[in-house]
């Protein structure tokens, strides 16, 4: 399982990233396990530093 990464080529993996999320929409929703608002931001970041089961995934959305 993937957790983080680093690429020198952000542009072109993201791009790659959004076709595969085109392509198949339905995993999105398995993988995405957690969505906060911008008002939300310090509760993302607590939820993102300790280990929880089941989390997958943490958006910020605006």
Request: charged share 25%.
């Amino acid at each position: 399982t993937l957790k983080a990464g680093v690429t020198m080529d952000r542009a072109r993996v993201l791009a790659k990233a959004d076709a595969f999320a085109s392509a198949h929409p339905g995993l999105l929703d398995r993988y995405l396990t957690h969505t906060f608002g911008i008002d939300e931001v310090q509760s993302a970041f607590d939820l993102a530093s300790r280990p929880v089961p089941g989390r997958i995934k943490i958006a910020i959305v605006a």
